[in-house]
């Protein structure tokens, strides 16, 4: 065979839920066969969903993904879809595969038969993040993750040992090798010793979550890995939100001399075809789907994080608090993308310093999305409240957020809906936002999103309802094809004076952000250096920001972080006698 | 010299707070050679503080400590103490030590002298977790923690790079070998290779927090290495709270024959002795401090640790609802032990569900602490909100839980005050809880406790008040030196009833614990096994437990951890544009 037809399966997988993620493998494996692939390739950790945490750490958790594997295979087989070669990605046991193999050569190891490998899972000590290949029935060959990162969001070096071997299987002649996300990031590893071995195609399974600019790093860092081994590599990525990540998909193949062979759409499962010939000098390139604009990657990775969140948490509609600002907007427009507008109930809850322009925009904003909207006023409560407690100054304003986090919550527990906060990350930067008042939630949809943002995204959004666009796979409310029968207010989603007015959290007469916050477009450059470049006062007056701009905005943050850091969730339950909660993931479809 | 006297510095330290804690090693040391010690030593990241989490990957962050060794070196000469051989842990910088010693020995390096590491703190990449010592003028040797904990509440191979280097210190011809915590945990590494060289004392440093029963398992293991190297193992404890985690102290000197020579007192500052002889066969033993009862034990390290968070968060006060419960009896005892009676504010908030006898429990309980005592009747607030929201079943409970912390809240704004949980770890386990609502607090006391061992804390405290015992260095309200003039309740803190009624959450009529929960005595066993000793269903079936109550506990538990991980606190500001919030300690008084 000098033809290899290789299926791209980004698909969207659930922590925990190893019925349903193998469900997914088995009806991709299906329609990859129908289109005539000979092997088909899902992201890392496919059966248990990715990040497990500290799951990975419950001997019961570790076994059932390996049964899960073994079982697969065997329906893969009785389908007579035996012949395909399956890659999907799990939780390897303690034992290293090394143990299981029959060569005894250090670096390389060719896969060309089944393994011994059932009595694994008995083994002690971490697991590991395993590639494994279904074919004929069985648990064909693996792979184990040799670098395992440990920064940022990811902590896998606490839950997996690495894996020592590297794995080239060989089909029909052509010598595939293997290599799991973070092991292309870094140099050395697996493709150093890859790159010695001559292979034909390196496939690598991806969990990679999204970050704005990323799709460029990563296509830059393949090209790289590609033209080490001198072979095209296949960028296999999960697609999908799971608890805080959003996961972008983006799947993609790059030819050794940089050329972009494949690419998938961004933010939706899809299957895509790269067929490699080992005889052309050449790979012939196959479809490449379109990159989104920037506020469209953004808005869209927004939504489709917010519309996963419900769906493996079970919820159908969520509600919140609608002040007719920009961030309860722009919020409501996202979950009426995710679930559709009749599933959105948004409470207007009005107080004495309440504008009347902000109840207009509120009820305006609820209409042009189709959703529910109520009108709780918080004046009697908040007199009541004062009958007995005569708060005064940030306490009395922390009292009107408060009572509306009673509100929302009494919905959310009412109706069985989640409760969304609408913080951006401006203000949560900045402590611009009270505890248990208006940060209450389940879900933070724009907590990544500078208010500068904010305005861009709501911008964007409007203009897309009027031109009509669709984005990934998401319906959107207002447009064309969504055909809710909804007349959006003057062909847009989001109120015109929702955007352009000056921001107040209208918690006294005549409030302003600007009274309390330097104005947006300085203090989002600031915070931009300050939080994500981790730039200290001294990077940051050289950075061109005036000193009294920079100290205003560092003790702000300081300020802010000390306290939501003092005023966590409170009561964890723990593991040790003394000690903080296991690490588990927010959503996890597993039971033991 | 055949004599060397070693101090021991159990000290209390900050994360962050590097003036303070140069300023308490310096207030030590000045005692330590009053009291002619030779070497004075404190323990793990005496400068920084421990655990600084990802702290430690700030670089301006890592160049505040390192300085201040260069300084405090200085100062203590200064002072006339360049004689001292001072040990204190640190952050080092990511240049490995060997780089900077004039040896070339790769596993061994005696230190004679100083050394030239003023330039490493400007090297790039992970630091690591370094133990100096300060002689002289300078810091003159120093040793990086081999073996980095990742598992359970540390993190250290996340933040940090590893030691590759062991280090023997030689003062007068007596040969220190040097270990930091977990590299005597684990086999091999340092203590393996100090067991090959001779050496006449193992001096470890150490950041280990509290667990029940662990003060048997470190003096095991202590020996166990004392024995490896054939000589006496110093071990320096941190005390003190930080964060969500106690450190009890309790440093300890063994022998190699396993003779306990010193023992510090648990959870106090203390500065012990240990006197080493070269030409004795066998040391001699000093002051060896009893062990507190088990129960003394626990509720000095809640006590301990509240009393650490408030000061370290620059609170000098608490605010918390008095039920009448066991609950928010014992966790106001022990705020009144751990800041004053007249530090605490206790509020009463009757509902139409509360009984009389709870009412007077908790004016009882306020007047035996000597506390602050408000009675916020919630029934006309409950009555204002469902007059707009007309709530039924537990959407109507949860509503009387958050009124009650939108109360409590008030009292903490208004009055600069720590709110505290008052939940329990059975409770919390269970989901028996409202988040946002009797969940609402900075701080939660006896989260880590379950119920039937509040019940047996109860029962110690009150014994403890009749009997006029003192608790580890910590006043406690109502015996003779507490003296302040408080008249306990026939001789006892927590009101009797409180302890021995039936436990009721009073959301509805006639309701009880028992409705939801199968009995506490049963309960509490199978949350032991299920949470603390991670066994599944089958092994809790194998541990004797009936059936159905295993499957009624491991759905409450499942449930609850689900429920409270989909609510979050929420918001959290991300370094990233899509990621998870930056890992940083809680309290910090660390500023750019």
Redesign the interface.
């Known amino acids: 065979m000098t033809q290899l037809r290789f299926a791209l399966a980004q698909i969207d997988t659930c922590v925990g839920d190893l019925e349903g993620n193998a469900s997914s493998v088995l009806q991709f494996s299906r329609m990859a066969a129908a289109h005539h692939a000979d092997v088909v390739v899902f992201p890392e950790m496919t059966l248990t969903g990715y990040p497990i945490e500290d799951l990975a750490?419950?001997?019961?958790f570790r076994e059932a993904p390996w049964n899960k594997a073994d079982q697969l295979a065997g329906v893969l087989r009785d389908e007579g879809l035996g012949n395909l070669y399956v890659v999907v990605g799990t939780v390897g046991s303690a034992q290293p595969l090394a143990q299981t193999s029959a060569g005894e050569r250090k670096d390389e190891e060719t896969a060309r038969g089944p393994r011994d490998v059932e009595d694994e899972s008995k083994a002690e000590g971490k697991p590991t993040n395993r590639l494994v290949v279904l074919h004929d029935g069985v648990v064909y060959a693996g792979y184990d993750k040799h670098f395992l990162p440990?920064?940022?969001?990811f902590?896998e070096?606490?839950i997996f040992q690495s894996g020592t071997r590297t794995t080239i299987l060989e089909i029909g002649g052509v010598r595939i090798g293997f290599a799991i996300c973070e092991d292309i990031w870094q140099d050395g590893g697996p493709v150093a010793v890859l790159a010695t071995c001559g292979i034909d195609v390196l496939l690598t399974i991806n969990g990679s979550?999204?970050?704005?600019g990323k799709t460029h790093t990563r296509l830059e860092l393949a090209a790289k890995r590609a033209a080490q081994v001198g072979a095209p590599l296949i960028y296999v990525n999960q697609v999908g939100g799971q608890d805080?990540?959003?996961f972008d998909g983006g799947t993609f193949v790059v030819d050794a001399d940089g050329t972009l062979l494949e690419r998938s759409p961004m933010f939706m499962e899809d299957l895509g075809y790269f067929d490699f010939d080992s005889q052309a000098r050449r790979q012939k390139p196959g479809k490449i789907h379109e990159l989104p604009d920037p506020d469209e990657e953004v808005y869209t990775?927004c939504v489709l994080?917010l519309s996963d969140y419900m769906t493996k948490?079970h919820f159908t509609g969520v509600t919140l608090g609608l002040s007719g600002g920009i961030d309860s907007a722009l919020v409501a427009a996202m979950a009426a993308d995710a679930c559709g507008g009749e599933h959105v109930w948004g409470v207007s809850m009005p107080s004495m310093y309440s504008s009347d322009g902000s109840k207009d925009d509120a009820a305006d904003l609820a209409r042009n999305i189709g959703g529910h909207y109520d009108v709780?006023?918080i004046e009697?409560?908040f007199d009541?409240?004062q009958?007995?407690?005569n708060?005064?100054g940030?306490?009395a304003e922390?009292?009107q957020a408060?009572?509306r986090?009673?509100?929302v919550?009494?919905y959310s527990?009412?109706k069985g809906l989640l409760?969304l906060?609408t913080?951006n990350?401006s203000e949560?930067?900045c402590g611009y936002?009270t505890?248990?008042g208006d940060?209450?939630?389940?879900?933070?949809p724009i907590?990544?999103l500078l208010k500068t943002r904010v305005w861009e995204l709501a911008r964007w959004r409007n203009k897309a309802t009027v031109a009509g666009m669709g984005i990934g796979g998401l319906h959107m409310v207002g447009n064309e094809s969504g055909n809710r029968g909804i007349e959006p207010d003057g062909g847009v989603i989001i109120p015109v004076n929702s955007i352009e007015k000056a921001p107040s959290a209208e918690l006294r007469p005549g409030q302003k952000d600007s009274d309390s916050l330097p104005e947006y477009a300085m203090l989002d450059k600031v915070l931009a250096a300050y939080?994500?470049k981790?730039h200290?006062?001294a990077d940051l007056i050289a950075d061109g920001f005036d000193e009294r701009t920079v100290d205003t905005v560092?003790r702000l943050v300081?300020r802010?972080?000390?306290k939501?850091?003092?005023?966590?969730?409170?009561?964890?339950?723990?593991?040790?006698?003394?000690?903080?909660d296991r690490r588990?993931?927010?959503?996890?479809a597993f039971?033991?």
């Open positions: 750490l419950r001997r019961t440990n920064y940022g969001v902590d070096f606490r979550p999204y970050e704005e805080d990540l959003v990775a994080g948490n709780q006023p009697p409560l009541a409240f009958g007995q407690l708060l005064e940030i306490a922390n009292l408060r009572i986090g009673v509100i919550m009494a527990n009412s409760a906060a913080g990350k949560l930067a936002s505890i248990y940060a209450v939630g389940g879900y933070a907590k990544d939080i994500e981790a200290g006062r560092m300081d802010a972080e000390w939501r850091r003092q005023y966590p969730l409170g009561p964890k339950v723990t593991a040790l006698a003394f000690g903080r588990l993931p927010v959503t996890s039971a033991e």
